[in-house]
């Protein structure tokens, strides 16, 4: 076998991807001159050659991408005020419908997708938000109400001085703000719980979160990493 070539992975394997059959026959050519010139080469070849990670996100991905698309979308309001409410719909529903990825999303590696796999629709992409944005909406038409019916009214008291009755009101609104903010997070909560890891609004508009590659954040702390290493060694 020193001089003979290699037979064919295939031939051994059949199962063998043929990406990964090239690989390793080129790692076994007889010639130097076809085989790979250095580790770092090989290494990318074999990066290339992986398959895009299909694993359901989890409750932690997700919250990290939503906390990153969260400080973008203040970023907005602080500047926009009000405005923030109708572009963060078209920032969700867009980048979901269009590329299944918020910035968020991109830089965690993860992408919503419908159970096929491919890109979700525009139904899909609207009935996720508005599930996923139920909550700060409930709160908004709340504090309408709320303002609509007391605008006029001063409040001035002393905690001494108030009676059951005074005190039903206000107790009431704060249990319909909490009964609210309970149940705008057990639909994220859901994702910990749920065996296909779904959030509410995953289940309600038929959609999945998955890994789809390598997250950009990662190969920027491996870049960063690689390069302290070779100040290091130098």
């Not at 359901?56 to 990290?64: A, E, P, V």
Request: aromatic content about 10%; hydrophobic content about 55%; glycine content about 6%.
């Amino acid at each position: 076998h020193v001089t003979d070539k290699a037979p064919p992975v295939r031939v051994a394997n059949p199962d063998v991807p043929e990406v990964l059959a090239r690989i390793a026959e080129r790692m076994m050519a007889k010639e130097p001159a076809d085989r790979f010139t250095n580790y770092d080469e090989l290494l990318a070849a074999l990066e290339s050659a992986r398959a895009e990670r299909r694993e359901l996100s989890g409750f932690r991905t997700r919250g990290i991408a939503l906390a990153i698309d969260a400080v973008l979308l203040a970023v907005v309001g602080y500047f926009a005020a009000w405005w923030v409410i109708p572009v963060g719909l078209a920032y969700f529903v867009l980048c979901h419908h269009f590329f299944g990825q918020t910035m968020g999303k991109w830089l965690l590696g993860i992408r919503v997708e419908d159970p096929a796999g491919g890109l979700i629709s525009w139904k899909a992409a609207l009935i996720r938000f508005l599930v996923f944005a139920w909550g700060p909406l409930a709160w908004t038409v709340l504090a309408v109400v709320v303002y609509s019916l007391h605008h006029d009214e001063r409040v001035a008291f002393r905690m001494a001085n108030l009676s059951l009755s005074q005190l039903a009101l206000p107790a009431l609104y704060v249990a319909l703000a909490t009964a609210i903010l309970v149940a705008y997070l057990a639909g994220f909560l859901l994702v910990a719980f749920h065996p296909r890891r779904l959030a509410l609004h995953d289940i309600l508009a038929g959609t999945e979160v998955r890994f789809k590659a390598r997250p950009p954040a990662e190969q920027v702390v491996d870049a960063v990493k690689a390069t302290t290493l070779t100040r290091r060694s130098r």
